[in-house]
């Protein structure tokens, strides 16, 4: 796990009060969808949502994989200013 990605769990688990396994399971799901999209670009949440939706890759995904990859860029956009 790289630096940042330490940073972003350690932040779940203290801001988000999650446990390590949960928080890396929200780790684990947002690499994942940057397998599909740049979680980092400069634009509002809405729009990098709106965008991850219209992807091949998550229309081929299962609607509760959908929520938790939607939930883990959430977050991520939460810790990362």
Excluded: H
Excluded at 16 to 39: E, F, G, M, P, Q
Excluded at 64 to 76: D, F, G, H, M
């Amino acid at each position: 796990m790289n630096e940042n990605y330490y940073a972003f769990c350690e932040w779940l688990q203290t801001t988000k009060a999650l446990t390590k396994k949960s928080a890396n399971d929200v780790v684990s799901r947002l690499k994942r969808a940057k397998n599909i999209i740049d979680v980092d670009v400069p634009v509002d949440i809405d729009a990098l949502l709106f965008n991850f939706t219209r992807k091949t890759g998550f229309k081929a995904l299962t609607t509760t994989v959908r929520s938790q990859l939607k939930r883990a860029i959430k977050l991520y956009r939460e810790f990362k200013p």
